[in-house]
Protein backbone atom coordinates (compact mmCIF):
# COMPACT_ATOMS: atom_id res chain seq x y z
CA UNK A 1 0.00 0.00 0.00
CA UNK A 2 1.68 3.59 -0.78
CA UNK A 3 1.82 6.37 1.65
CA UNK A 4 -1.60 7.68 1.98
CA UNK A 5 -3.73 4.95 0.54
CA UNK A 6 -6.33 3.29 2.85
CA UNK A 7 -8.62 0.43 1.72
CA UNK A 8 -11.76 1.21 0.37
CA UNK A 9 -13.48 0.29 3.59
CA UNK A 10 -10.80 2.41 5.54
CA UNK A 11 -12.41 5.44 3.39
CA UNK A 12 -15.75 4.83 3.94
CA UNK A 13 -15.68 4.34 7.58
CA UNK A 14 -13.70 7.41 8.02
CA UNK A 15 -16.35 9.22 6.20
CA UNK A 16 -18.84 8.41 8.55
CA UNK A 17 -17.47 9.78 11.25
CA UNK A 18 -19.37 11.93 13.34
CA UNK A 19 -16.50 12.78 16.24
CA UNK A 20 -13.34 14.53 15.03
CA UNK A 21 -11.77 11.13 16.20
CA UNK A 22 -10.88 8.55 13.44
CA UNK A 23 -8.96 5.11 13.39
CA UNK A 24 -6.68 4.60 10.79
CA UNK A 25 -5.46 1.29 8.91
CA UNK A 26 -2.32 -0.38 10.94
CA UNK A 27 0.92 -0.72 9.14
CA UNK A 28 2.13 -4.52 9.91
CA UNK A 29 0.37 -5.86 13.67
CA UNK A 30 0.70 -2.25 15.56
CA UNK A 31 -2.92 -1.01 16.76
CA UNK A 32 -4.46 1.52 14.36
CA UNK A 33 -3.77 4.94 15.79
CA UNK A 34 -6.43 7.73 16.62
CA UNK A 35 -6.38 10.21 14.81
CA UNK A 36 -7.93 13.77 15.42
CA UNK A 37 -9.54 15.64 11.77
CA UNK A 38 -12.03 17.70 10.57
CA UNK A 39 -14.73 15.76 9.21
CA UNK A 40 -14.40 15.52 5.12
CA UNK A 41 -17.79 17.70 5.20
CA UNK A 42 -16.35 20.48 7.46
CA UNK A 43 -12.82 20.52 5.85
CA UNK A 44 -14.99 20.82 1.86
CA UNK A 45 -17.60 23.35 3.80
CA UNK A 46 -14.05 25.29 5.24
CA UNK A 47 -12.54 25.29 2.05
CA UNK A 48 -15.72 26.45 0.06
CA UNK A 49 -15.70 29.67 1.60
CA UNK A 50 -12.12 30.45 1.24
CA UNK A 51 -12.93 30.14 -2.57
CA UNK A 52 -15.38 32.21 -2.19
CA UNK A 53 -14.44 34.88 0.33
CA UNK A 54 -10.81 35.56 -1.53
CA UNK A 55 -11.99 35.32 -5.06
CA UNK A 56 -9.62 36.35 -7.05
CA UNK A 57 -7.25 37.25 -4.61
CA UNK A 58 -6.73 33.28 -3.89
CA UNK A 59 -3.68 31.89 -4.97
CA UNK A 60 -3.50 28.95 -2.72
CA UNK A 61 -4.03 26.07 -4.75
CA UNK A 62 -4.67 23.55 -2.11
CA UNK A 63 -8.16 25.29 -1.34
CA UNK A 64 -9.14 23.83 -4.77
CA UNK A 65 -7.49 20.45 -4.49
CA UNK A 66 -7.88 19.44 -1.33
CA UNK A 67 -11.84 19.74 -1.37
CA UNK A 68 -11.84 17.94 -4.84
CA UNK A 69 -9.43 15.02 -3.66
CA UNK A 70 -11.90 15.11 -0.61
CA UNK A 71 -15.51 15.01 -2.97
CA UNK A 72 -13.53 12.39 -5.18
CA UNK A 73 -12.47 10.04 -2.24
CA UNK A 74 -15.58 10.33 0.51
CA UNK A 75 -19.09 9.11 0.09
CA UNK A 76 -21.12 12.23 1.57
CA UNK A 77 -24.61 12.78 2.47
CA UNK A 78 -25.56 16.16 0.62
CA UNK A 79 -27.72 17.27 3.60
CA UNK A 80 -24.55 16.99 5.45
CA UNK A 81 -21.87 19.23 3.41
CA UNK A 82 -25.26 21.75 2.72
CA UNK A 83 -25.55 21.89 6.56
CA UNK A 84 -21.64 22.65 6.95
CA UNK A 85 -21.75 24.96 4.42
CA UNK A 86 -24.25 26.91 6.25
CA UNK A 87 -22.35 26.55 9.58
CA UNK A 88 -19.20 27.64 7.87
CA UNK A 89 -20.69 30.86 6.10
CA UNK A 90 -22.77 32.26 8.94
CA UNK A 91 -19.51 31.45 11.83
CA UNK A 92 -17.37 33.68 9.18
CA UNK A 93 -20.08 35.93 8.22
CA UNK A 94 -19.54 35.36 4.67
CA UNK A 95 -22.66 35.61 2.88
CA UNK A 96 -24.16 32.95 0.23
CA UNK A 97 -22.93 34.47 -3.28
CA UNK A 98 -26.41 34.75 -5.73
CA UNK A 99 -24.58 33.47 -8.72
CA UNK A 100 -21.52 31.45 -9.95
CA UNK A 101 -18.29 33.09 -7.46
CA UNK A 102 -15.07 34.33 -9.26
CA UNK A 103 -13.50 31.11 -7.82
CA UNK A 104 -16.30 28.83 -9.36
CA UNK A 105 -15.69 30.71 -12.68
CA UNK A 106 -14.62 29.54 -16.15
CA UNK A 107 -12.70 32.00 -17.06
CA UNK A 108 -10.94 32.04 -13.56
CA UNK A 109 -10.08 28.64 -14.22
CA UNK A 110 -8.44 29.53 -17.35
CA UNK A 111 -6.47 32.66 -16.01
CA UNK A 112 -5.23 30.26 -13.11
CA UNK A 113 -4.21 27.42 -15.32
CA UNK A 114 -0.47 27.67 -15.47
CA UNK A 115 -0.87 28.23 -11.68
CA UNK A 116 -2.02 25.28 -11.74
CA UNK A 117 0.23 22.88 -13.52
CA UNK A 118 3.04 24.51 -11.15
CA UNK A 119 1.24 23.66 -8.25
CA UNK A 120 1.04 20.13 -9.05
CA UNK A 121 5.02 19.79 -10.21
CA UNK A 122 5.78 21.44 -7.01
CA UNK A 123 4.38 19.30 -4.65
CA UNK A 124 4.38 16.07 -7.01
CA UNK A 125 0.56 15.43 -7.34
CA UNK A 126 -0.52 12.71 -9.65
CA UNK A 127 -3.84 12.24 -7.84
CA UNK A 128 -5.93 15.30 -9.35
CA UNK A 129 -6.59 16.56 -12.97
CA UNK A 130 -3.94 18.11 -14.95
CA UNK A 131 -6.70 20.78 -16.26
CA UNK A 132 -7.45 23.14 -13.21
CA UNK A 133 -10.94 23.74 -15.30
CA UNK A 134 -11.75 20.38 -14.78
CA UNK A 135 -10.95 20.84 -10.99
CA UNK A 136 -12.97 24.08 -11.08
CA UNK A 137 -16.07 21.91 -12.94
CA UNK A 138 -16.38 19.26 -10.85
CA UNK A 139 -16.00 21.38 -7.57
CA UNK A 140 -18.60 23.65 -8.78
CA UNK A 141 -20.71 20.92 -9.81
CA UNK A 142 -20.50 18.86 -6.59
CA UNK A 143 -21.20 21.67 -4.63
CA UNK A 144 -24.85 22.79 -6.78
CA UNK A 145 -25.69 19.47 -6.36
CA UNK A 146 -25.27 19.42 -2.49
CA UNK A 147 -26.70 22.78 -1.90
CA UNK A 148 -29.63 22.49 -4.47
CA UNK A 149 -30.85 18.57 -3.05
CA UNK A 150 -30.99 20.95 0.13
CA UNK A 151 -32.72 23.74 -1.03
CA UNK A 152 -30.37 26.04 -0.30
CA UNK A 153 -29.29 28.62 -2.82
CA UNK A 154 -25.67 28.86 -3.26
CA UNK A 155 -25.56 30.08 -6.94
CA UNK A 156 -27.52 29.19 -9.90
CA UNK A 157 -25.63 27.90 -12.68
CA UNK A 158 -26.85 28.26 -16.65
CA UNK A 159 -27.13 24.87 -18.20
CA UNK A 160 -26.36 24.61 -22.01
CA UNK A 161 -28.90 22.12 -23.82
Same mark, same amino acid.
Given at each position: MSPGSFPSKAVRALSRTASTASS??????????????????????? #?????IS???GNTRKKDF????TITQTFAFE????????? #?TFERRRTPLP???PIGLDDSFALDRESQWRAFLARDRLEVAPA?????INDLRSFLQAVLT???????HLEVAP
Open positions: VPALLDAPAPILRAYPPETVVAE #RTEAILGIHDPWGDEVAEAIR #RQQVSFAQVRKEVALW
